[in-house]
Structure formats: C-alpha cells, structure tokens
C-alpha cells in the first residue's frame, strides 16, 4: 500500500523561504513528483526525483531522501502569487507503472 | 500547443443517474489517466488507458468504467450515481514510454455536483 503525509496548511512572508516536507512509505518507488495547485485550478508539474539529492529550478528546489522515505519543496523569494496547495506525490514501481499516489496536499498561504 | 482539455467544466446530477466525462489529451500524449479528488483531499487514481485499454486500475468500484479511442481522448463513465461521487474529476496526459521523469499534465477538471 501506499501511505504520503504532508502538513495540512503553512504560512509564510512574503520574501521569506518556506519548505514543505513530505514523508512516504510505498510498495515501490519509481520518482517523486511536487505539483502545484491553485484552488479551482489544475495541478501544474513543479519537480521531479528519483535519485537522493537535490534538484534545483530557479525559485524552487526539491529534495529526496530514498532511504528515509523523505521528501522536500523548497520555496525561495516567496511571492503571493504562490499561495497555493501542494501535492506531493509518488510513481509505483513496476515495469509500465505510470500511477501517482498523491498526498492530501499542503496549502500554503503567503502573506506580505 | 493544446494542452489538456476537459468538458464538461461543471455538471450537476441526481442520485442514481449516469454520467459521461470526456478529455482530450495534451498533443504527442497517448496514454490518459483518470483521478477524483474530493474537496479538500489529493487526487486519487481510478484508472489508465493506454492503447484504448485500461492499464492500471486503483480501488474504485465497477460503477467506473472508462473508454480510450483511436485519436487518444478518453471518456470516464459513471453508473449510479451516489452522493459520495460528488468531487473534480482530472483527466492528465502522458507520453507512454516517454520515460520515467515525464510528468503527467492535468486538465482544469470536471466539478460534478450530485444532488
């Protein structure tokens, strides 16, 4: 079975730094993937992580520990406009697995 | 580039009725999923076509059922309909075979309202 936890809500500063930890404990593994959701909006891919490290894109960096079954969105130079929820979400192993299992969702408000 | 198109956007229903949702995927995409997520909660996996087969299944009843065509869009239907199936119903897009780091792409949803 599949089990991912992220924090239910967090806020934050405008200009500040936030991150947002998401905890997995899977069947199998195959990549985690960060999504960003607006409310009423569609989730937009943000990362992706297959390997232990750290994968960086502009303001927002991403994190994966396989052996702790641990993950992070790091979110830089906060702006309002990043006030929304966010999925973390992880592929099932196996030859032509494409399924996501999602986490319920982190909602992130920026305030200034 | 089109992306991920969905329709309808919203749909009210009645206890009991059936329902028909359609998506089209995002251009060079061949395999489609589907996922319903509840107000509130993340998206969770009903199933995927690929090859106008379903590929993957997660734990959904059989009032599920869907359809993959020729051209790559897909249809979800839903028989019987209860009040618990109120949610936004996703379709999301990928290229099988693509490989492993390739996103799925997300249409905008289908809010279903079920009276």
């Known amino acids: 079975g599949q089990n991912i936890d992220q924090p239910t809500e967090m806020t934050a500063t405008e200009g500040a730094i936030v991150q947002i930890n998401c905890t997995y404990q899977t069947s199998g593994f195959n990549g985690l993937f960060w999504y960003q959701q607006h409310a009423g909006e569609a989730p937009t891919f943000l990362s992706y992580n297959v390997l232990d490290g750290l994968e960086e894109k502009g303001r927002f960096s991403s994190f994966l520990s396989r052996s702790k079954g641990y993950s992070y969105l790091l979110l830089k130079e906060l702006q309002m406009k990043d006030s929304a929820s966010y999925l973390c979400a992880v592929r099932d192993s196996g030859a032509g697995s494409y399924q996501l299992t999602f986490g319920k969702g982190t909602k992130l408000s920026v305030i200034p | ?115």
């Open chain 2, 1 to 115: 580039d089109a992306g991920v198109t969905q329709s309808p956007t919203h749909l009210i229903k009645t206890r009991g009725q059936q329902v028909t949702l359609r998506c089209s995927p995002k251009s060079g995409h061949d395999t489609v999923s589907w996922y319903q997520q509840a107000l509130g909660q993340g998206p969770q996996f009903i199933f995927q076509y690929y090859e106008e087969e379903e590929r993957q299944r997660g734990n959904f009843p059989d009032r599920f059922s869907g359809h993959q065509f020729p051209n790559y869009s897909s249809e979800l239907n839903v028989n019987a309909l209860l009040l618990g199936d109120s949610a936004l119903y996703l379709c999301a897009s990928s290229l099988r075979g693509g490989g492993s780091n390739q996103p799925q792409h997300f249409g905008d949803g289908t809010r279903l309202s079920i009276l």
